[in-house]
Structure formats: C-alpha cells, structure tokens
C-alpha cells in the first residue's frame, strides 16, 4: 500500500532542502511515498487454500473443513405460512398491507443474517490465507442450466432447480465479493481456476473418473483407491489447479 504525502517545506529555513521539492506559490512542497504495513494477524506466509462450493454444505476447504450454510428452514416456513395467509386476504386491504410489510420484514432478516455470515466467513478466510482458490463458475451459468435449452432439454430438472435455490440463498457471488475485498485488504489474492471435472478428478493420483464420485459425499478414485469426503477432494483439485495456474 502506498499513499502520497504533501508537507509544507519552509522557504526561509536555514540549510534545509528538499531533494525532489516543488516550487508552490506559497512555499516549497515535497511529495514522497511511504509504505505502509497493512497489519494481517495470523496470516500465514504463502498459505494457499482451495474451496469448492458444495451443495449440502456452504464450502469445503482443502485443509478438510466442511463449512455449514445458515439455516434457514425456520424463517422459509414462517414465509411460506405468511404467504399462504396472504393469498387468502382480499389485495389492498389493511390485513393485506400489513402482511405484506410483516413478509419485507422477514425477508430483510433473513439477508441480514445471510450478509453477517458471510461477512464473517469472508474475514476468517481472508485473515488466515494469503491466497484462496475459488471456481470459475458463474452463478448466471448454473442458474440457467436447469431450464436446458431448446436442443438440450435439461434434465433433473427438479434437483437442478434444488441447487439453484441453495446457491442463490446462500450468495456465493457475495461471498466471493467479500473475500476478494478482505484478502486484498490483508495483502493477499483471490484466484479462479476453471471448474471443469473437479468433482471427478482424484486429488491424489489426478485420475478423471466419473465413477470416482460414488454418492453425494463420498469419494473413491478407482485408480488409486484414494477415499474422501467428494466436496473436501473437489477442495484440494481446485487447490492443485490454483497451485498450477
Ligand atoms: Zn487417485
């Protein structure tokens, strides 16, 4: 980090000079650089960590971390009650006004505590990490793949659309936004690598089998026998890529 400095050098000081001075109206300015420190407790030097984004956890670290979302299950059904009730009151009305206003509230919750929990997590991992490997999956991407296209028509249309409403609750797009912030922040850099096969791909051996997934969770690479958690071994691949690129 470097920020400029202007101080008003004397005109009429005795023996005193500035090097790279300039010769303002109202006297002798000098400009100069400093450095700063920008203070980074507990930032390892040179840590590296990959995330993959999961689908029943918020992340999985490659250091073997399983990162729970935030659960929302209360709020959704308060919401789904309170939408309920507002479809049986006549629009316009006062009830209606009110439990419309009742339902903002909710929803503004549930952002606050989304956006903290973020905030939180983004801090942790900016703090502690020089540098954080991410996906280069955009959101947009994914939302749009459940639908298919007209040559392509999508197919588990329903756990698609599942995973869909999981990544938008959980604003994996913010939390990138804050942890490339923070990370800058302390000194440190956020990295993209591309997602392709990282799901399939042996962190170990580096083997691509699509039958090295063998459930949601867990993962055996038929090469070399290499067993994990899927999203942990999804982790480290996007590590190894982020270790390469
Ligand atoms: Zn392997």
Redesign the pocket.
């Known amino acids: 980090m470097s920020s400029f400095t202007a101080i008003a050098w004397p005109t009429d000081g005795p023996g005193r000079r500035a090097s790279a001075g300039t010769r303002e109206a109202d006297g002798w300015y000098v400009s100069f650089q400093t450095e700063t420190e920008v203070e980074t407790p507990g930032q390892a030097q040179g840590s590296i960590i990959g995330l993959d984004r999961g689908v029943a956890v918020f992340a999985a670290t490659s250091d073997g971390e399983l990162i729970e979302p935030v659960a929302f299950d209360r709020q959704r059904a308060k919401l789904a009650r309170l939408q309920r009730r507002l479809a049986r009151k006549t629009k316009r009305s006062e009830n209606w006004g009110r439990l419309v206003a009742k339902i903002a509230r909710l929803h503004q919750k549930i952002g606050r505590r989304r956006l903290d929990f973020l905030h939180k997590l983004s801090t942790r991992l900016g703090k502690s990490h020089a540098a954080v490997v991410l996906e280069n999956l955009s959101i947009g991407n994914k939302t749009r793949s459940a639908k298919g296209t007209r040559e392509e028509p999508g197919t588990h249309v329903a756990a698609k659309s599942g995973l869909n409403r999981a990544i938008l609750d959980q604003g994996w797009g913010t939390f990138a936004r804050l942890l490339e912030y923070k990370l800058a922040v302390a000194g440190g850099t956020l990295l993209f690598v591309p997602a392709a096969g990282s799901s399939q791909e ?1 962190s ?4 691509r089998d699509a039958n ?1 997934r063998v459930s949601r969770d867990l993962f055996v ?1 038929q ?4 067993t994990g958690h899927a999203d942990i071994n999804a982790a480290k691949v996007i590590l190894r890529r982020g270790i390469a690129a």
């Open positions: 042996c170990a051996c580096g083997q090295n690479c090469a070399c026998g290499y």
